[in-house]
T-cell receptor, first 114, second 108 residues
């Protein structure tokens, strides 16, 4: 079944640790996105990719980095986690030729940095 | 992306119709109007999209007047499970700007 997956769903980690949030999609979509959302607040685009080896920063500045080596995989990395990084991280994808502005979202990773 | 304005919150009761109006005065000729739904602790879900007039699917209807400066999402006969945040977006860029959305609370 075509879908978009995120792991882990929940992560509690100490300050200074390096973490990678995984995102994979099986829909063959060329475009992928990372959003950050605090509880009850707006979603903010932090990274996006229009294809393999293409990555761009989004509207909200983020200390995280991303890579896109394979079409289906778009991991997000924090080199040194801090309490200010505590948030929900949502991954999404969309494909060329489908309905404009239709993105498919994963279940999210809720990150807590102590 | 065109800026949108929608109410912060709306309350309704089960079985009623909910209409959420979104203003987008500076919509461009090529822009589409898209609505998403988000439940707590989940990612947003695409509901409906339109360019002009009326669009209807199994979930909702979208009404767009001729000048396209606003749009209205209509949810027929809501249930408790329709309690969510609803976002109105305008544009054609693949980058989406969600804004604050409208929190719809359905009561029994």
């Amino acid at each position: 079944e075509a879908d978009i997956y995120q792991t882990p769903r929940y992560l509690v980690i100490g300050t200074g640790k390096k973490i990678t949030l995984e995102c994979s999609q099986t829909m063959g979509h060329d475009k992928m996105y990372w959003y950050q959302q605090d509880p009850g607040m707006e979603l903010h685009l932090i990274h996006y990719s229009y294809g393999v080896n293409s990555t761009e920063k989004g509207d909200l500045s983020s200390e995280s980095t991303v890579s896109r080596i394979r079409t289906e995989h778009f991991p997000l990395t924090l080199e040194s986690a801090r309490p200010s990084h505590t948030s929900q991280y949502l991954c999404a994808s969309s494909g060329t030729g489908q309905t404009y502005n239709e993105q498919f979202f994963g279940p999210g990773t809720r990150l807590t940095v102590l | 992306l065109a800026k949108t304005t929608q109410p912060i919150s709306m309350d309704s009761y089960e079985g009623q119709e909910v209409n959420i109006t979104c203003s987008h005065n500076n919509i461009a000729t090529n822009d589409y109007i898209t609505w998403y739904q988000q439940f707590p602790s989940q990612g947003p879900r695409f509901i409906i999209q339109g360019y002009k007039t009326k669009v209807t699917n199994e979930v909702a209807s979208l009404f767009i007047p001729a000048d396209r400066k606003s749009s209205t999402l209509s949810l027929p006969r809501v249930s408790l499970s329709d309690t969510a945040v609803y976002y109105c977006l305008v544009g054609t860029d693949y980058k989406l700007s969600f804004g604050a959305g409208t929190t719809v609370t359905v009561r029994a």
